[in-house]
Nanobody
Framework: QVQLVESGGGLVQTGGSLRLSCAAS????????MAWFRQAPGKEREFVAV????????DYGDSMKDRFTISRDNAKNTVYLQMNSLKPEDTAVYYC?????????????????WGQGTQVTVSS
């Protein structure tokens, strides 16, 4: 029901920063819980971060906590992922996802909408 388009990926050096954006259309943005996942070559899709309907509730994967920050701007129908202190192991395709509930948000199967992904590469 909602279409998602990620942007902002690129090549950065270890220790650098990057901000990803995900623009939503085709639905009522504030009715969706929004999340970021990532997938590196040969690995399973990994939970990165999630933000609730109004932006007040957030959660992060263990390796992202204190380095990444998820936020949303409902007036702009956009969710963001600020990534700091990047490491080579952060290299992956990053995906934006949307769901209507906040149950088992770290499991990718519960999300009904996905973006096309944006590549993040961190050089060593």
């Amino acid at each position: 029901q909602v279409q998602l388009v990620e942007s902002g990926g690129g090549l950065v050096q270890t220790g650098g920063s990057l901000r990803l954006s995900c623009a939503a259309s085709g639905g009522t943005f504030s009715s969706y819980v929004m999340a970021w996942f990532r997938q590196a070559p040969g690995k399973e899709r990994e939970f990165v971060a999630v933000v609730g309907w109004s932006g007040g509730a957030t959660d992060y994967g263990d390796s992202m906590k204190d380095r990444f920050t998820i936020s949303r701007d409902n007036a702009k129908n956009t969710v963001y992922l600020q990534m700091n202190s990047l490491k080579p192991e952060d290299t992956a395709v990053y995906y934006c996802a949307a769901r209507r509930n906040f149950y088992r948000v770290g499991v990718p199967g519960g999300y009904g909408s996905w973006g096309q992904g944006t590549q993040v590469t961190v050089s060593s």
